[in-house]
């Protein structure tokens, strides 16, 4: 099981860029495919970005949604356990609460069916 802590988020201009933190622990981090998820309220929450793990048998990927293609970067550092996700040209429609969370299996991440959330990070774009 892993726990995460998100952090980063806060005003910013359209156009303007951010770094979001995903801080995990209480498992092998290395181990879990991660997802940065968003949600605005009377929406669902949906998946914005991903990568994988790497193993001696598959490299590293990352896969993002139509909305972010271009803009977002989804990283991991395995030695801080740490997921960033760098937001550039933010556009209004981007203002959200922004969550991560992990699986070993990559179908269960992009489910986004999780019993378990962190409080995530706000994220306003605003003039």
């Known amino acids: 099981q892993v726990q995460f802590v998100e952090s980063g988020g806060g005003l910013v201009q359209p156009g303007g860029s951010l770094r979001l933190s995903c801080a995990a622990s209480?498992?092998?981090?290395?181990?879990?495919?991660v997802g940065w998820f968003r949600q605005v309220p009377g929406k669902a929450r949906e998946l914005v970005a991903a990568i994988t793990t790497d193993s001696v048998t598959t490299d590293l990927s990352t896969n993002y949604a139509d909305s972010v293609k271009g803009r977002f970067t989804i990283s991991r550092d395995n030695a801080k356990n740490t997921v960033y996700l760098q937001m550039n040209s933010l556009e209004p429609e981007d203002t959200a609460v922004y969550y991560c969370?992990?699986?070993?299996?990559?179908?269960?991440?992009?489910?986004?069916?999780?019993?378990?959330w962190g409080q995530g990070t706000q994220v306003t774009v605003s003039s």
């Open positions: 209480g498992s092998i981090f290395s181990a879990y495919h």
């Open positions: 969370n992990a699986d070993k299996s990559l179908l269960t991440l992009v489910a986004g069916e999780f019993s378990s």
